[in-house]
Antibody, heavy 120, light 107 residues
Framework: QVQLRQSGPGLVKPSQTLSLTCDIS??????????WNWIRQSPSRGLEWLAR?????????DYAESLKSRITINPDTSKNQFSLQLNSVIPEDTAVYYC??????????WGQGTLVTVSS | DIQMTQSPSSLSASVGDRVTITCRAS??????LGWYQQKPGEAPKLLIS???TLQSGVPSRFSGTGSGTDFTLTISSLQPEDFATYYC??????????FGGGTKVEI
């Protein structure tokens, strides 16, 4: 059974960096048949896809156009996890962040969610 | 980005009712449409992929139809555990996945 366990701070100050990690069990971050995503959810923006990383003979990353200048996703094969960094956060980045496995672009396993509040 | 519009945004129903939720895409997405159920405090759960393929373990009272721009999620006989918010999601424009705004099914 695939399980995703998220960790990271729930409060980030404006202009600082949001960092979250997702630990994978029951699957491999290096699997060549799935992708590993970050999704966020807020009342104002709804569900929003942020980024994905996947391995198909080599690593590839994709990012939401609106966040491309501020966001980084990284796989860590030694720990079987992947991470999200969002730089220069603003209050509008306040949301519940989810790590999610994607199979053929269907989001079939989700982490428990982390409420991240951007506030001083 | 492809816009996904759901209707209604909320509905009231009773146990045993037949419930229908509609999702419309801003352009044709063939059958690249999924449905998710989300309960308060939980992550969304994938119910249906490819417009009509029921995921393992999902009760058969859930069904999905449609192609192109118009899609429907039907719950044939609403059960107490079905009170939740439902979202559609397109995957034709992967990785730029987009979601509908949600339909809250209330008692």
């Amino acid at each position: 059974q695939v399980q995703l366990r998220q960790s990271g701070p729930g409060l980030v100050k404006p202009s600082q960096t949001l960092s979250l990690t997702c630990d994978i069990s029951g699957d491999s971050v290096s699997s060549n048949s799935v992708a590993w995503n970050w999704i966020r959810q807020s009342p104002s923006r709804g569900l929003e896809w942020l980024a994905r990383t996947y391995y198909r003979s080599k690593w590839s990353n994709d990012y939401a156009e609106s966040l491309k200048s501020r966001i980084t996703i990284n796989p860590d094969t030694s720990k079987n996890q992947f991470s999200l960094q969002l730089n220069s956060v603003i209050p509008e980045d306040t949301a519940v962040y989810y790590c999610v496995r994607g199979t053929n672009s269907w989001l079939d396993y989700w982490g428990q969610g982390t409420l991240v509040t951007v506030s001083s | 980005d492809i816009q996904m519009t759901q209707s209604p945004s909320s509905l009231s129903a009773s146990v045993g009712d037949r419930v229908t939720i509609t999702c419309r895409a801003s352009q044709s997405i063939s059958r690249y449409l999924g449905w998710y159920q989300q309960k308060p405090g939980e992550a969304p759960k994938l119910l249906i992929s490819d417009a009509s393929t029921l995921q393992s373990g999902v009760p058969s009272r859930f069904s999905g139809t449609g192609s192109g721009t118009d899609f429907t999620l039907t719950i044939s006989s609403l059960q107490p555990e079905d009170f939740a918010t439902y979202y559609c999601q397109q995957s034709v424009d992967s990785p730029r996945l987009t979601f509908g705004g949600g339909t809250k099914v209330e008692i």
